[in-house]
């Protein structure tokens, strides 16, 4: 039973973070209609990054984070400036293959400058386990997920009532008409891949801050990122945020409980196997738009 | 005050579309474009607006001034900052956003947030209906409703010139008449300079201080609203009207008789 509860917390915790990082690739997305292949390559990218700066240069947490996070703003910049701004009036699936691009090449650059496997992260919350029910929670489960709900949270509302987040969403429906109402949509697509880039590193540090910074396993989690986005629908906030919870449980549920009855990799496969079930019946995704059509 | 000096037009360097436009848009007034499919009127606007380097086209020669200064080298979002505001052809809305969402894409390069409010207001005061819908997804209203939007999306920004493609297109009779009262109205209470572009020449001429007629990337003629009126080839060939000002008979039609004297 309070295996069943740990599963449950865990799974849903970490489903939150999911669904942080599968935001940053609604946002873009939405805004400009490209999909990031490269979301798993960036969240590992900003993992390592965090670790060279917390526990290879050493500095304290707070300086540590906000440096990562300046970064990978840098990062979003530069990626939308000068690799895809290039292309654009390109066909999308051009720019679809850059970010696939993107995503081989930060893989290669992790493994030059970190050659090792496995490393950790200085402890960034209270270490002693936290009792819920019947269940001992490692303490860094709970932080990610109020962490991330809290960042879900605020980003929403500025998508919902602040005027750029406004812009970007006019930006997904009509491009030139945003334009024409003097607003530079370069700058939109800019701003939507430093969110991207940010979210990605914020959801890297909290899934390693929980384990270990990995190499595969964190493409993973980006990979995890990509069926919430599939599930929910690829331009849904709240799509991201309900899928996100049902890909983790299905994670850690299946993991937990068929990997003793079956074999040892189906903890991956379930996820795909619900996506592929709900794009049977939904295939817009869970609330994915539909396109409004009047004829 | 706009000034086109004799522009021409290329698209993708090798189409030319405009061979030497000139034309003025006086403070305050409501100047009409008109001419039939393909005469060139609305690549006027977008070389003014900033919007002809999206589609690859380019302004090859000539000037576009702006109050004395040249804009035919900026973009639109520049362009649009100066005061000079497009609305697109075929209602151009934001499908997925509120109708008020809409209207705040459109005050997003004002800084103050009260004038926007009260901006927003004063949409509301001219349209109504927008007020009535301003919760509901835009791209559910009904085409009239939505060609307001885009209207009123265009007055959010409080432009000095609001240049407008086609504002009737596809619309019934009665709501183009309104529609156009409402721009004749803006006009004046607002003293925002009106470029018209439009098919529909009796309506447009009716609000419109002075006109130009288009054909072939070229103005043909201009003048004043009533001088265009009462010219013959107008009335004759775009507003379906014979020269004695009747109804035309088409048992009558001759073709080979008249021909537009301008050619």
């Given at each position: 039973?309070?295996?069943l ?5 865990t799974?849903l915790a ?15 997305w ?10 798993g390559q960036?969240v590992?990218?900003s993992?390592?990054f965090?670790y060279?700066?917390l526990?290879?240069a ?19 910049w ?5 690799t895809?701004r ?13 970010t696939?691009?993107l ?6 650059l ?6 090792k496997?496995?490393?950790?992260l ?8 936290v ?5 001992v929670?490692k ?5 990610a997920a109020v ?6 949270g605020?980003?929403?509302?500025f998508?919902r ?6 812009a970007?969403?006019a930006?997904?429906?009509d491009?030139?008409?945003v ?9 939109i697509?800019s701003?939507?891949?430093m ?6 590193a ?8 929980i384990g270990n910074?990995?190499k595969a ?7 995890q990122?990509f ?12 799509g ?9 449980l299905a994670e ?15 903890k991956?496969v ?8 709900v ?17 | 005050?706009?000034k ?8 993708l360097n090798?189409?030319?579309?405009l061979?030497?436009v000139?034309?003025?848009?006086e ?5 009409a474009?008109?001419g039939a499919n393909?005469?060139?009127?609305s ?12 589609e ?10 702006w109050?004395?200064a ?7 979002e520049?362009?649009?900052?100066l005061?000079?505001?497009?609305a ?7 499908e997925?956003?509120t109708t008020e ?9 004002r800084?103050?947030?009260?004038t926007?409010k ?6 509301y005061d001219?349209f ?23 209207i009123?999306?265009?007055m ?6 609001m240049?407008l493609d086609?504002?009737?297109?596809g ?7 309104e529609?156009y009262?409402i721009?004749k ?5 607002q003293?925002t300079?009106?470029?018209l572009?439009e098919?529909?020449?009796r309506?447009?001429?009716n609000?419109?201080h002075?006109?130009y ?6 103005v043909?003629l201009?003048g004043?609203a009533d ?8 009335k004759?060939?775009y507003?379906g009207?014979?020269t004695?000002?009747?109804k ?9 008789k008249?021909r537009?004297?301008?050619?």
């Amino acid at each position: 039973m309070n295996e069943l509860l740990q599963y449950v917390i865990t799974g849903l915790a970490l489903g939150v973070v999911y669904a942080l990082i599968a935001l940053g690739f609604v946002v873009v997305w939405k805004s400009s209609g490209v999909a990031n292949l490269a979301l798993g390559q960036l969240v590992l990218f900003s993992s390592w990054f965090a670790y060279g700066m917390l526990s290879q240069a050493g500095l304290p947490v707070w300086v540590g984070i906000p440096l990562v996070i300046v970064f990978a703003l840098i990062l979003g910049w530069a990626i939308e400036r000068f690799t895809l701004r290039p292309l654009i009036a390109q066909p999308i699936l051009s720019l679809i293959a850059v970010t696939l691009g993107l995503a081989y090449f930060f893989e290669g650059l992790v493994g030059i400058i970190w050659p090792k496997s496995v490393a950790s992260l200085p402890p960034l919350f209270p270490q002693e386990p936290v009792h819920i029910g019947t269940a001992v929670i490692k303490q860094e489960f709970l932080w990610a997920a109020v962490i991330s709900l809290v960042l879900f949270g605020l980003l929403t509302l500025f998508f919902r009532y602040h005027k750029m987040g406004i812009a970007m969403r006019a930006a997904a429906d009509d491009q030139k008409a945003v334009q024409a109402c003097g607003i530079p949509v370069t700058k939109i697509f800019s701003q939507s891949w430093m969110f991207a880039c940010v979210l990605a590193a914020v959801g890297g540090i909290l899934v390693s801050s929980i384990g270990n910074i990995s190499k595969a396993p964190l493409v993973e989690t980006g990979l995890q990122a990509f069926s919430v986005v599939i599930l929910g629908g690829l331009d849904s906030f709240l799509g991201a945020i309900i899928a996100g919870p049902i890909i983790g449980l299905a994670e850690t549920l299946g993991g937990g409980y068929l990997t003793k009855l079956t074999w040892e990799g189906i903890k991956e496969v379930i996820p795909f196997i619900i996506i592929i079930i709900v794009m049977f019946v939904k295939p817009f995704g869970l609330f994915g738009e539909k396109r409004i059509e009047r004829i | 005050m706009l000034k086109l000096n004799n522009i021409e037009v290329t698209y993708l360097n090798v189409i030319r579309v405009l061979h030497g436009v000139s034309l003025t848009v006086e403070d305050g007034a409501i100047i009409a474009l008109l001419g039939a499919n393909g005469a060139g009127k609305s690549t006027t606007l977008k070389a003014i607006s900033g919007l002809l380097h999206v589609e690859e086209g380019e302004v090859t020669d000539g000037s576009i001034e702006w109050n004395g200064a040249r804009i035919d080298d900026k973009n639109a979002e520049q362009i649009g900052k100066l005061g000079i505001i497009q609305a697109l052809e075929g209602r151009h809305v934001f499908e997925h956003l509120t109708t008020e969402e809409n209207l705040m894409v459109g005050a997003h390069n004002r800084k103050d947030r009260n004038t926007v409010k009260s901006d927003m207001e004063m949409v509301y005061d001219y349209f109504p209906r927008l007020k009535e819908l301003r919760r509901n997804t835009a791209g559910y209203l009904s085409g009239g409703e939505q060609q307001m939007l885009v209207i009123g999306r265009a007055m959010m920004a409080t432009p000095k010139l609001m240049m407008l493609d086609e504002p009737s297109l596809g619309l019934a009779p009665l709501l183009v008449e309104e529609i156009y009262d409402i721009i004749k109205r803006f006009n004046t209470e607002q003293k925002t300079s009106v470029l018209l572009v439009e098919q529909n020449v009796r309506i447009a001429l009716n609000i419109a201080h002075y006109g130009y007629v288009m054909e072939n990337g070229r103005v043909v003629l201009d003048g004043t609203a009533d001088f265009l009126k009462n010219n013959e080839d107008v009335k004759e060939f775009y507003m379906g009207l014979s020269t004695v000002g009747t109804k035309k008979s088409y048992r009558e039609v001759k073709h080979y008789k008249r021909r537009k004297r301008w050619l």
